[in-house]
């Protein structure tokens, strides 16, 4: 991408940051600062909804088993209608707009390996889908050698064993600085006082890779080769079959804009087949991961009934969307999914103050890249949303879901997790599955830990497998889930 480079190298950074209306507590504008450069819209096929000065202020959690017209869902033919109502809903304003499934993947085996003296078998697996075949993407499949078929868990994890990975993007100006993005254009200027970064092709946080390549480390950084893998991996050792592949061959993970405002990733991987949807990167990575779907619901060796998706952080985000817009997934497991995951946005943030962590103004004013456009408008007015992000929650009922979260992660609130679980509860209620509904809190910060496995396994063994578990999964920290809610005195 030379000519990008060379485009936007001149570009000077503008950092013109008002001070005016920001919060004592966390130096953020209760605004968004009139310095924003804006983002060139994107005309999607998706009617216009009301803008923020447009909706009501609305402090409680939108009911999500109340349809638009006002009455309760009291069948299952009204609850098919509601959960369309809120896929639309978030569709405009929280994950934008992705296209329709390609209905053409294809999956070419490029090279197959024994591991483990013959335990495990890995497969490298090269994708093609969308407009003439024209979007690819490779994915690596450890299976064990013997019998089948096998329940699988699908994760963002890095380049598979064998693939080659793709050139990538420069990250933005003010990338991973806790600034706002959109107060500039053009590339970061090499500092050699930070260091290179891991750049958007680098290792994400995911089990392969748990803290992330940039954040503090329970452990060494993950193994990279497949008999590492298959080595060390515990959804193999549980017997069940592990599904990788690299988010940023779907998207690309930059904030980099160019001079006219416009995202840098819209011109690479998925997005230029599909240039009249307005999709931020999580809906790209969960699109993916359903695109691995349509593969293995064709593999003899995956039991098409017990796909799980997974992810770590930011992937996290987007296993919770896909889990949401694709019901082919049998259960769904989002670790530390932060601002944009499990937490709900009422109760999360700093601005206004909901408890602090990564609520909806951190995350809009950080990485705005991931989300609809139409999301950053709320900024400060969480309590204005029409939705909150336990509808991605309920829109899995009455598949298993697990929220797998670190008693002191730095990223996460606790608070906001627990309201999330309550208020998509009467969903999982209504098909009399509540105790599908759980979560978990290990002993970490934020990534991923040997407990947050434990959980993980033990929850798809008690659910898709039918075995004896003894642990429940519906435990909070103390004092969790006592706090006042917006507009409490």
């Not at 254009?185 to 050699?192: E, K, N, R, S, T």
Request: charged share 20%.
């Amino acid at each position: 991408m030379k000519w990008l480079r060379d485009g936007v190298a001149g570009l000077a950074a503008v950092l013109a940051c008002s001070m005016a209306g920001q919060t004592a507590s966390s130096g953020i504008a209760d605004r968004p600062d009139p310095n924003e450069i804006p983002i060139p819209p994107i005309r999607t096929a998706m009617p216009d909804m009301p803008g923020v000065d447009q909706l009501p202020n609305r402090p409680e959690m939108p009911d999500v088993m109340t349809l638009a017209n006002g009455h309760k869902v009291k069948t299952l033919k009204q609850w098919q209608e509601r959960r369309e109502e809120m896929k639309r809903v978030l569709e405009y304003y929280a994950v934008g707009l992705a296209p329709p499934p390609p209905g053409n993947v294809k999956g070419v085996e490029v090279s197959s390996q024994m591991l483990m003296g013959g335990k495990v078998k890995y497969r490298l697996v090269h994708l093609t889908f969308g407009p003439q075949q024209s979007l690819s993407l490779d994915i690596g499949i450890f299976t064990p050698a013997e019998g089948g078929p096998f329940a699988a868990l699908i994760s963002p994890s890095g380049t598979p064993p064998g693939a080659t990975p793709l050139p990538h993007l420069a990250q933005g100006a003010n990338q991973g600085r806790n600034e706002d993005v959109l107060l500039v254009v053009g590339p970061a200027a090499a500092d050699a006082s930070r260091g290179p970064g891991p750049g958007p092709g680098s290792a994400p946080a995911g089990p392969g890779n748990p803290a992330g390549a940039n954040a503090p480390r329970m452990r060494a950084f993950g193994p990279r080769t497949a008999e590492q893998i298959a080595e060390s991996n515990p959804a193999i050792a549980h017997g069940f079959a592990f599904v990788m592949f690299n988010n940023n061959d779907c998207g690309e993970d930059t904030t980099l804009r160019l001079a006219d405002g416009s995202w840098a990733y819209r011109t690479t991987r998925f997005f230029p087949a599909y240039p009249n949807y307005d999709w931020g990167l999580l809906r790209a990575w969960a699109w993916g991961a359903s695109r691995i779907v349509d593969y293995l619901v064709t593999d003899p060796a995956i039991d098409k009934d017990k796909l799980i998706i997974t992810g770590v952080s930011r992937t996290g985000k987007a296993a919770l969307i896909a889990g949401a817009f694709d019901e082919r997934f049998a259960m769904v497991a989002p670790v530390a999914s932060s601002g944009g995951g499990t937490p709900a946005y009422r109760f999360s943030g700093s601005v206004p103050d909901r408890g602090g962590k990564e609520g909806l103004t951190e995350m809009v004013r950080k990485y705005p890249n991931w989300f609809s456009p139409h999301l950053h408008q709320f900024w400060g007015q969480p309590d204005k949303l029409p939705f909150d992000e336990h509808w991605l929650i309920a829109l899995a009922a009455p598949r298993p879901l697990i929220s797998l979260e670190g008693d002191h992660d730095q990223n996460v609130n606790a608070n906001g997790v627990y309201q999330s679980i309550v208020a998509a509860r009467p969903a999982y209620a209504f098909f009399h599955a509540t105790d599908k509904l759980g979560v978990s809190w290990a002993d970490r910060p934020h990534g991923m830990v040997q407990g947050d496995w434990d959980a993980l396994l033990a929850f798809a063994d008690k659910f898709l497998l039918g075995k004896p578990v003894t642990r429940t999964f519906d435990q909070y920290p103390p004092g969790v889930g006592t706090s006042k809610g917006p507009g409490s005195e």
